[in-house]
């Protein structure tokens, strides 16, 4: 008789109720056939939309992806007919980043590792920072050394470029900070000192706030953050409060600062006068990773994978602006923390100062948390030797990466949101597949450990540096 009841249900239809990723309802409830999947799915999102452009979109059931009809999904998963189906849609890149998958040149400079590394945010320029002192610019062209940057007087920790692209500023084990001319090398203006102790960490005033760009925030060792205004070369704002090491900061979309510490804070502060606002507490350890969702288009401004270029500060502030509100939407600015106590935290500071979710599952400590470009999701990479992603509007636990034998040190994402990067200890890059959870791509080539990961904006390159002194390029 089973057979004949398995027949008879085919023919009921599935209640089923569509939501976005902050789980807002779309077009209420609805029966739909036991043979619609992702591509009848598809149409129905798109037209309660009124898109006018059909849009991809991916579907979600309990943070795993429905790939097959809503029939076959309820059967395999034992789900109750009775049931409402909750399917949260996601809409997808409507542009593809190749996998990369070899080595195209392996470059000499530095003489000693390569500590950080960074795409400028049109993804033409890469520069890295070395034990040896030096900020390497190189040309990606021709794949050799563009210009080397000297003026530093110890180990260069981090970098960043300004988001219009126009400035790079490096960051010292001394303390030190140097604004550099990246279409010519040369320093813009003398060290910028008042630091006490190393920098942790840089980050630039989003350029639909301000353009072009002028103010960036540093981190450091000694317990403060500084405001810099490159025009006039100075620091404007002194960020103190923090009772031990400011080990990041975020300049975030909305206008505030965001630092993380080992005092085990994160203080959350306004930028014109340098007020402190709130502190989101919570973490046992170390805060030692701060992870934005708007990341990605702070990070690129104007810059998208069309490559198109622009001729002035308003029009890329413009642009920049329309991008941001984009991808925000109507949901408030996440931010991610990661921490030597093994959790995260996902906390909205503009909602309020407790945590909407804490994310446990990690055996050692968090050593980089990233949200994907599309806000879709966060990545968290551990000495544990795993890689983890998370949901990135809830938190939720969603898969675990494993397949590297020693720490994960650095993570970055497709442009697409597809795939991530990982680089280790081990010696060894990997790509990994966000839709199977699998391992994409295997990229030994290094002799040492990785320190430093990126990949480019524009989705064409992989640069990878570490304890070899040597800078890998690899392409799809």
């Given at each position: 008789m089973e057979v004949a009841t398995e027949q008879g249900e085919t023919g009921k239809s599935v209640m089923c109720v569509l939501t976005d990723p902050e789980g807002i309802t779309l077009g209420g409830t609805m029966y739909l056939p036991q043979n619609v999947g992702p591509i009848q799915l598809q149409q129905i999102v798109n037209t309660l939309l009124k898109n006018e452009e059909k849009l991809p979109y991916a579907f979600y059931i309990s943070n795993q992806e429905l790939l097959v009809p809503l029939g076959t999904y309820l059967e395999k998963n034992k789900v109750s007919m009775e049931k409402t189906l909750s399917i949260v849609y996601q809409p997808q890149a409507v542009f593809r980043i190749r996998p990369v998958n070899r080595c195209s040149a392996t470059i000499?400079?530095?003489?000693?590792?390569?500590?950080?590394?960074?795409?400028?945010?049109?993804?033409?320029?890469?520069?890295?920072?070395?034990?040896?002192?030096?900020?390497?610019?190189?040309?990606?062209?021709?794949?050799?050394?563009?210009?080397?940057?000297?003026?530093?007087?110890?180990?260069?920790?981090?970098?960043?470029?300004?988001?219009?692209?126009?400035?790079?500023?490096?960051?010292?084990?001394?303390?030190?900070?140097q604004c550099w001319d990246p279409h010519t090398g040369k320093p813009a203006g003398n060290p910028l000192t008042g630091h006490k102790?190393?920098?942790?960490?840089?980050?630039?005033?989003?350029?639909?706030?301000?353009?072009?760009?002028?103010?960036?925030?540093?981190?450091?060792?000694?317990?403060?953050?500084?405001?810099?205004?490159?025009?006039?070369?100075?620091?404007?704002?002194?960020?103190?409060?923090?009772?031990?090491?400011?080990?990041?900061?975020?300049?975030?979309?909305?206008?505030?600062?965001?630092?993380?510490?080992?005092?085990?804070t994160i203080k959350v502060w306004e930028t014109s006068q340098g007020k402190l606002i709130r502190e989101l507490k919570g973490h046992g350890h170390w805060v030692n990773s701060l992870a934005l969702s708007t990341e990605y288009v702070l990070r690129t401004g104007a810059f998208d994978h069309t490559g198109k270029q622009y001729s002035s500060p308003e029009e890329m502030k413009k642009v920049a602006l329309e991008r941001y509100n984009k991808m925000k939407g109507s949901a408030p600015e996440r931010l991610v923390s990661g921490s030597d106590d093994f959790t995260m935290f996902l906390w909205e500071p503009a909602v309020g100062k407790h945590h909407k979710a804490r994310m446990t599952g990690h055996q050692q400590l968090v050593n980089h948390v990233y949200f994907s470009p599309d806000g879709q999701w966060v990545a968290s990479a551990s000495f544990d030797k795993s890689v983890k992603l998370w949901n990135g509007t809830t938190g939720e636990f969603v898969a675990a990466f494993r397949g590297h034998v020693g720490p994960v040190y650095q993570i970055s994402w497709s442009a697409d949101s597809r795939l991530l990067l990982s680089g280790s200890k081990d010696s060894t890059l990997k790509v990994w597949d966000i839709q199977t959870k699998k391992l994409k791509q295997d990229l030994p080539g290094h002799a040492d450990e990785v320190y430093a990961v990126d990949w480019s904006p524009d989705g064409e390159k992989v640069a990878s540096g570490g304890k070899d002194r040597v800078l890998k390029l690899w392409m799809g």
């Open positions: 000499a400079g530095h003489t000693e590792p390569v500590l950080s590394i960074a795409f400028s945010p049109d993804g033409r320029q890469l520069a890295s920072g070395s034990g040896d002192t030096t900020v390497r610019l190189w040309d990606l062209n021709t794949q050799t050394p563009m210009f080397t940057c000297t003026g530093h007087k110890n180990w260069v920790l981090c970098i960043a470029w300004s988001p219009d692209g126009k400035h790079l500023v490096s960051g010292s084990k001394s303390g030190e900070l102790k190393w920098i942790t960490g840089i980050s630039w005033e989003p350029l639909h706030l301000n353009a072009p760009c002028r103010r960036f925030v540093s981190a450091s060792k000694d317990g403060d953050a500084r405001i810099w205004d490159i025009s006039l070369k100075k620091c404007v704002i002194c960020l103190s409060g923090h009772t031990l090491a400011v080990t990041c900061v975020k300049w975030g979309g909305d206008g505030v600062i965001y630092t993380g510490s080992q005092d085990c």
